[in-house]
């Protein structure tokens, strides 16, 4: 196995630069004042990101609606009282015996629905699967997250190591026109070398530049994933430094093997198939409207007595039952409501399908630029190393006297691009494995603290 290493291959004074602290760290939290690992930086999004805490929300909503269908099911317990007057004029008087104008009662009654035309069953159902698709819906929202912290995370990995290749190769430069001055003065060489020399430090210096604010810029970001608000107090070089490195080994899954294992993992394509399930038990609760509906009460009160003018002096005692409803026609609405739960089971079923068709193309793509990035890599790092003996046999040539300062600088060049190449190959390939284990839904294996 080829374990490829961009600290061992650069070497230190590549990850050196970029990564001093400006800023005070007082206040600031324990993973932003030491180096910071891709461990690290998983846990802290998965306790603090914004996306997740607004995941977390989702999932409370999800589970009261989970709460809401299973009620049905539920004895319902209502307390009930009432106090009446009435004009005596509206009294029919029979002696000592009429009626009292005042009244009042008050009671405790259970009531449990018994048969709902299998609507009962079907909202426990419902009620299940609603609490599923809300955790799958949560876990997608988490590697989704994971995710983007790992891309945030390399970005940052790569304008650390850019920085190393453009030290690397503004030191190279300055050595070069060092040797060139102490020839110049001993007029070895003309002028024009010197200038050549100059000229090419200076261009070189922007490039460091650039890619020193893209490294404070993917700071930033990295940060903001991670759901923190720097103080104002830190400026423009956030005090992280980062802890990880690429690493580039192969890749242990085939594509025959990655296909079905994302059928399988994606938490996506499963809460769709909820989604599918709640829609078929829409449907049972939409033909469930034209059965009866029956249910049984019982309960305990109190009532004023009807011929006897003390309010005080009460009745109690129990009262139980049954009672039943059923809408015998509608004006179709029940039959429409039928229809529309139909129409919306059969769109879950494509949706299902579409989906199933989207994963697989999302793992045929991120396998295929997972062999690219993986072919890349490895011929740059044969390509570094012939740069490296290159720039070598040109300053030993170039000592000698049998090469131009041409020659040191066209191979100081070309070390530089490969040695940015490599960098950009090792961070591609990293960001196209994340893609791809994100894509066969593998989880990422966050290491608790």
């Keep these: 196995m080829m374990r490829l290493k961009v600290c061992a291959l650069l070497g230190a004074v590549w990850l050196a630069g970029g990564c001093g602290f400006a800023a005070e760290t ?13 461990a690290d930086a998983l846990n802290t999004a998965e306790a603090q990101s914004a996306a997740l805490l607004q995941a977390r929300q989702e999932l409370d909503a999800q589970f009261g609606i989970a709460v809401q269908t299973r009620a049905i099911a539920m004895p319902k317990l209502r307390a009930t009282s009432q106090y009446k007057a009435v004009d005596t004029k509206l009294i029919e008087g029979f002696g000592p015996f009429s009626p009292q104008d005042q009244s009042w009662n008050t009671g405790v009654q259970v009531v449990q629905s018994i048969y709902e035309g299998g609507r009962i ?5 419902a009620s299940r699967l609603t609490r599923d698709a809300a955790l799958l ?21 790569l304008a650390r190591s850019l920085i190393g290749v453009q030290e690397a190769s503004v030191k190279l430069l300055e050595k070069e026109l060092d040797d060139t001055k102490k020839r110049y003065d001993a007029g ?14 200076g261009n070189a210096r922007p490039k460091l530049s650039r ?12 940060i903001t994933e991670l759901g923190y608000n720097l103080p104002p107090s830190v400026l423009e070089d956030a005090p992280l430094e980062l802890a990880g490195a690429f690493l580039a080994e192969p890749y242990p899954t085939t594509l025959a093997e990655a296909l079905p294992l994302a059928l399988a993992n994606r938490t996506e394509l499963a809460a769709l198939r909820k989604a599918e399930e709640l829609r078929k038990e829409g449907v049972v609760s939409a033909k469930a409207q034209q059965l009866p509906s029956i249910g049984l ?3 305990y009160g109190a009532q004023s007595k009807t011929f006897v003018r003390d309010l005080a002096d009460p009745l ?4 139980a039952g049954a009672q039943a409803s059923w809408d015998i026609w509608d004006g179709n609405l029940t039959a429409g409501k039928v229809q529309e739960a139909r129409a919306q089971k059969e769109k879950a079923a494509i949706a299902v399908e579409e989906a199933g068709r989207r994963i697989e ?13 993986w072919e890349v890599l490895a011929s740059q790092e044969k390509v570094v190393k012939t740069a490296e003996e290159a720039l070598r046999l040109a300053n030993s040539r170039a000592d000698a006297g049998t090469a131009t300062q041409l020659d040191v600088l066209g191979a100081q060049t070309s070390l530089t691009d490969a040695r940015t190449t490599y960098v950009q190959a090792l961070h591609d390939y990293s960001v196209a494995r994340a893609r791809l284990e994100r894509a066969t839904g593998q989880s990422v294996k966050v290491e608790k603290k």
């Design 137 to 157: 819906n949560y876990q997608t929202a988490l590697a989704d997250t994971l995710l983007t912290v790992r891309l945030a995370y390399d970005d940052a990995l």
């Design 188 to 201: 070895t060489v003309p002028q024009f070398n010197v200038l050549r020399a100059e000229t090419e430090l």
């Design 316 to 319: 109690y005692g129990w009262n």
């Design 297 to 299: 009460f019982a309960g």
């Design 211 to 222: 890619v020193r604010n893209a490294f404070r810029i993917a700071k930033q970001r990295l």
């Design 26 to 38: 007082n206040g600031l939290p324990g993973w932003l004042t030491r180096p910071l690992t891709l």
């Design 121 to 125: 069953q079907s909202n426990l159902r």
């Design 361 to 373: 193309l999302d793992v045929r793509t991120a396998y295929s630029t997972l062999i690219e990035s």
